[in-house]
């Protein structure tokens, strides 16, 4: 049975290889205990578990790293990154649910904000959400 966890294990690791992407590893390191614990036991059935076993437990153990990991991958730093927390001016009012208009470095964005932002307010840009930026109002000093 040791045979079938190697190839296992092979073809696992292969496909993680192949993909780039976190897809089999866990399961390839659960084949991997599985092809050791041939080595002591014949059941199929104890293999099998501790195949299971392993692949949960390393999937788990791992998750927090790969999410960190994933969260970083996808921040793609921009020169517009240097305008987030500005203070900036509504041109057009802002409402829940409905866009407005600020003006940023004399270029016009469109603006969504949790506030009612009238003309003339000052704002800070929270973040950037695709071509408009979340706002808040400004707190007065």
Do not use: C
């Not at 040791?2 to 496909?15: M, P, T």
């Not at 960190?68 to 987030?84: A, F, G, H, M, V």
């Amino acid at each position: 049975m040791s045979i079938y966890w190697i190839i296992l294990f092979l073809v696992l690791l292969f496909i993680e290889l192949a993909t780039i992407n976190l897809v089999s590893i866990w399961f390839a390191i659960g084949a991997l205990g599985a092809f050791l614990t041939s080595f002591f036991t014949d059941s199929i059935l104890v293999q099998l578990l501790i195949f299971v076993v392993i692949s949960i437990v390393s999937l788990f153990v791992t998750l927090p790293i790969v999410k960190k990991i994933k969260s970083k991958e996808n921040i793609i730093p921009t020169n517009l990154d240097r305008i987030i927390g500005n203070e900036v001016e509504v041109i057009k009012e802002i409402k829940p649910n409905h866009y407005g208009e600020v003006e940023v470095f004399g270029t016009i964005w469109t603006a969504a904000s949790k506030d009612v932002l009238k003309v003339g307010e000052k704002a800070r840009i929270l973040k950037m959400d695709g071509v408009k930026l979340i706002v808040e109002r400004e707190e007065k000093k």
